[in-house]
């Protein structure tokens, strides 16, 4: 069963940091590209960052120059760094893995909350 969980969320103040990891398994992940997504109350699920299997790394504006998304291959794991976290960064974040041809994301896990304190 291919399953992805996350974890490291939680409440932390306006300036803070948090490290999410997302943990893969069932399957390997090696060559898929691995995102990050997060849902805002009332709003839609939006693009965070992406890391494909050769260690490219997009980001959404947001989340330039605040965020590090990075992956440990050995461990079948993808981490999310926040730095300087604000409350608009409030949110449930997404793991997701992209298998290829890289057409679309085709795992998802269950979520972490993040919320932000000003």
């Known amino acids: 069963q291919v399953q992805l969980v996350e974890s490291g969320g939680g409440l932390v103040q306006a300036g803070g940091s948090l490290r999410l990891a997302c943990a893969a398994s069932?399957?390997?992940?090696?060559?898929?590209?691995m995102g990050w997504f997060r849902q805002a109350p009332g709003k839609e699920r939006r693009f965070v960052a992406s890391?494909?299997?050769?260690?490219?790394?997009y980001y959404a504006d947001a989340a330039k120059g605040r965020f590090t998304i990075s992956r440990d291959d050995a461990k079948n794991t993808v981490y999310l760094h926040l730095d300087s976290l604000k409350p608009e960064d409030t949110a449930v974040y997404y793991c997701?893995?992209?298998?290829?041809?890289?057409?679309?994301?085709?795992?998802w896990g269950q979520g972490t909350q993040v919320t932000v304190s000003s």
């Open positions: 890391i494909t299997w050769g260690t490219t790394t």
């Open positions: 069932g399957r390997t992940f090696a060559r898929d590209t």
């Open positions: 997701a893995a992209k298998p290829p041809p890289y057409n679309n994301y085709d795992y």
